[in-house]
């Protein structure tokens, strides 16, 4: 009888504990519920009282929360992975608590007008969470098309695919991201214009810089870039004001040809060439006369050398003491003669008040015509309103760049005609003329010819624009251009392209 009460009251311990862990099974768990404007914790009741999660509006970073999602009990609704995130619930406090803010930032945004990106007059407010503490904005970079949208309104850095492939610029301060200046950047084997990003922590560039040109020296060492000269740096760089379509700190277009002035020494007793480095070459502006110094009579072995390498001219003060005289670059080679006899000379000033030569000329051939005049070479510039029979070049001190013109034999094309609505070859062949490395070519007719648009003569090839169009063809052997040979290959020209498609 004993053992029977102690079972009973045994089981009925158990079942009492059995309850107790049922009731704690079902005990619901806590969400904030509604716009978030109520942030106490409330049980999930009715359709959600076994719910296991909590949800609420995601928080987008530079965005903010999405709009239109409430806090609630239960999952996030199917399709909403971009607007909703969820947790796991818990029965003692909730945990779709509103996420921590951090302070607020603006950027500027852009908008695709007329092909290119402008600034829109209303900032971008951008969000972010505490835990962010970077300040960034993005705007298009160099090479945005038509086809790239800009992140976010301008909010936060740029994706590392497009800052890596230049369709997005960043900064990082607030409202950084106004339209950047353009300048060239970097040694000068680019010279396009690119956009000035924001160093960190500085204020946008509103100048370039480049090298300085220094007379008979040349440009010193500085690179092209964004921002003023360091002011330790002037003498050596130069800056400009900056805007945003095109770069200030252009190549200088100023500078001009070089020369080459004598380079002195005293030895026993007097003044010569140099022996290692008898001539200093000398850079100078377009503007710039080019005139040496060397030593006057009254000079001994305490000469000091006027200017660099005696480049330019004599001071007022040594020309008076005597110690230094002005003088003549080292004179171009230019060949000079007629078709009879050509020879290579020494080029003369030619006369006292006029500049040294520091060109050559000669007659312009034209390839598959010829000659533009009569056969000639020399020294200086091409004579006046002689544009389309000479042409001119560079000279230097120890060869001449006025070669003599070397041609090959000449040969034949047949020449077209348009008559009676069609181009016929006339019976007198033409002759073409060529340079000595030059290969034979004809051109006849394309079948979109007309009167209006081939004029050619038949020596010579078609320019791209005429065989892309058809209004022209061209082969590439002695008098190939023949009636003949055009039908056929107004056949065959067709069916060859056909081919390659």
Do not use: W
Not at 254 to 263: L, M, P
Not at 353 to 366: G, N
Not at 458 to 463: F, V
Request: a negative charge; glycine letters at 8%.
């Amino acid at each position: 009888m004993k053992v029977f009460i102690a079972l009973c009251l045994l089981c009925i311990t158990v079942c009492k504990g059995d309850e107790s862990e049922d009731s704690e099974e079902k005990k619901p768990i806590k969400c904030i519920q509604g716009d978030g404007t109520d942030k106490t914790a409330k049980d999930c009741t009715g359709d959600f009282a076994e719910a296991t999660q909590c949800s609420q509006p995601k928080f987008v970073e530079f965005t903010g929360l999405s709009t239109g999602v409430p806090y609630a009990c239960g999952p996030c609704p199917e399709n909403t992975a971009t607007t909703c995130e969820a947790c796991t619930g818990k029965t003692d406090a909730a945990c779709n608590t509103p996420k921590a803010t951090g302070a607020d930032y603006k950027c500027h945004d852009y908008e695709l007008k007329d092909g290119k990106f402008e600034m829109k007059e209303e900032l971008t407010t951008c969000k972010r969470l505490a835990t962010t503490t970077t300040t960034k904005c993005n705007m298009p970079g160099d090479v945005a098309d038509e086809n790239y949208m800009v992140k976010k309104k301008g909010c936060g850095g740029c994706p590392y695919k497009d800052r890596t492939a230049m369709r997005c610029a960043e900064c990082d301060r607030a409202e950084c991201n106004k339209k950047p200046i353009k300048c060239i950047q970097g040694d000068g084997s680019d010279l396009t214009a690119k956009q000035c990003v924001p160093e960190s922590g500085k204020s946008p560039p509103v100048k370039c810089h480049q090298a300085k040109f220094i007379e008979y020296t040349g440009l010193t060492d500085q690179e092209f870039g964004c921002g003023p000269c360091d002011q330790s740096e002037t003498a050596k760089c130069q800056d400009c004001e900056g805007n945003t379509n095109t770069a200030c700190n252009t190549e200088l277009d100023t500078i001009g040809r070089d020369f080459q002035c004598t380079n002195y020494e005293h030895k026993d007793g007097k003044f010569v060439a140099k022996k290692d480095k008898p001539k200093v070459t000398c850079k100078r502006l377009k503007t710039t006369n080019p005139i040496c110094n060397k030593p006057g009579e009254e000079s001994g072995d305490d000469y000091a050398v006027e200017t660099v390498g005696h480049c330019g001219k004599c001071s007022d003060d040594s020309k008076a003491q005597k110690k230094c005289e002005d003088s003549d670059p080292v004179p171009i080679i230019c060949q000079v003669g007629d078709g009879t006899s050509v020879k290579n000379a020494t080029c003369e000033r030619p006369s006292d008040d006029a500049e040294m030569p520091i060109k050559c000329h000669q007659t312009k051939f034209i390839q598959y015509v010829g000659l533009a005049g009569e056969l000639n070479y020399g020294c200086g510039k091409c004579p006046a309103n002689s544009e389309t029979t000479c042409q001119e070049c560079y000279g230097n001190t120890d060869k001449s760049c006025n070669t003599k013109i070397e041609t090959n034999d000449d040969y034949e094309c047949y020449d077209y005609e348009y008559k009676e609505d069609k181009f016929v070859a006339k019976k007198e062949m033409i002759t073409c003329k060529r340079l000595k490395h030059t290969a034979p070519k004809c051109n006849m007719p394309g079948k979109n010819a007309t009167s209006a648009n081939y004029k050619n003569n038949g020596c010579g090839g078609c320019t791209a624009e005429e065989q892309k169009a058809v209004t022209c063809t061209e082969c590439g052997s002695v008098a190939c251009n023949g009636a003949y040979v055009a039908a056929i290959t107004a056949i065959i020209l067709p069916l060859v392209r056909l081919t390659l498609l």
